[in-house]
């Protein structure tokens, strides 16, 4: 089952006065229309940080969480490194300038220069009301808007 797939960034992560933001890329401009109203987004972006044959291969990751099980498989973390290094960020939108391509966010999990590869609207029906998971998770922010204020260096091993 190899198969190949060609994918093409539509902008990048950019700080603007010490700021985050997503800048398309012009030819992608008119895919902006009628975004306006819509408080929240999903950013897919491109770990290229971590975009290497090493953490392609990375099935287990080791000690990723400090109050998690030593080992967990790769598809049971948000971790870049994993066999395709694609992101997904619910992001608040600020502000919008259409004919600049550039969307303002208080805060994107991305390192600037991170490749935009979609944006999606985010829409309220995609909560889920009996949302289980495991128990050493259980203790995170239940919302976006909690994570931002969230002790993560208690959390997760940043090394």
Same mark, same amino acid.
């Given at each position: 089952?190899?198969?190949?797939? +060609?994918?093409?960034?539509?902008? +990048?992560?950019?700080? &603007? #006065?010490?700021? *985050?933001?997503?800048?398309?890329?012009?030819?992608?401009?008119?895919?902006?229309?009628?975004?306006?109203?819509? *408080?929240?987004?999903?950013?897919?972006?491109?770990?290229?940080?971590?975009?290497?044959? +090493?953490?392609? !291969?990375?099935? &287990?990751?080791? #000690?990723?969480?400090?109050?998690?099980?030593?080992?967990?498989?790769?598809?049971?973390?948000?971790?870049?490194?994993?066999?395709?290094?694609?992101?997904?960020?619910?992001?608040?939108? $600020?502000?919008?300038?259409? !004919?600049?391509?550039?969307?303002?966010?208080?805060?994107?999990?991305?390192?600037?220069?991170?490749?935009?590869?979609?944006?999606?609207?985010?829409?309220?029906?995609?909560?889920?009301?009996?949302?289980?998971?495991?128990?050493?998770?259980?203790?995170?922010? $239940?919302?976006?808007?909690?994570?931002?204020?969230?002790?993560? +260096?208690?959390?997760?091993?940043?090394?």
């Amino acid at each position: 089952m190899n198969k190949t797939f +060609q994918i093409n960034a539509i902008g +990048q992560v950019k700080l &603007i #006065k010490d700021k *985050s933001v997503i800048e398309l890329d012009s030819n992608y401009l008119s895919g902006l229309t009628l975004i306006e109203g819509f *408080s929240h987004l999903q950013i897919i972006w491109w770990a290229h940080l971590t975009d290497g044959l +090493q953490n392609r !291969e990375t099935l &287990i990751a080791e #000690k990723l969480f400090k109050k998690a099980p030593d080992k967990i498989g790769i598809f049971g973390t948000r971790a870049p490194a994993r066999p395709n290094p694609i992101m997904i960020s619910s992001i608040k939108v $600020e502000r919008i300038d259409i !004919e600049k391509g550039i969307i303002h966010t208080p805060f994107i999990d991305a390192e600037p220069e991170s490749p935009i590869l979609d944006i999606k609207p985010y829409f309220p029906m995609e909560r889920v009301k009996k949302c289980v998971v495991p128990e050493w998770f259980k203790h995170w922010p $239940e919302w976006a808007e909690d994570a931002m204020s969230f002790n993560w +260096q208690n959390e997760i091993n940043f090394d």
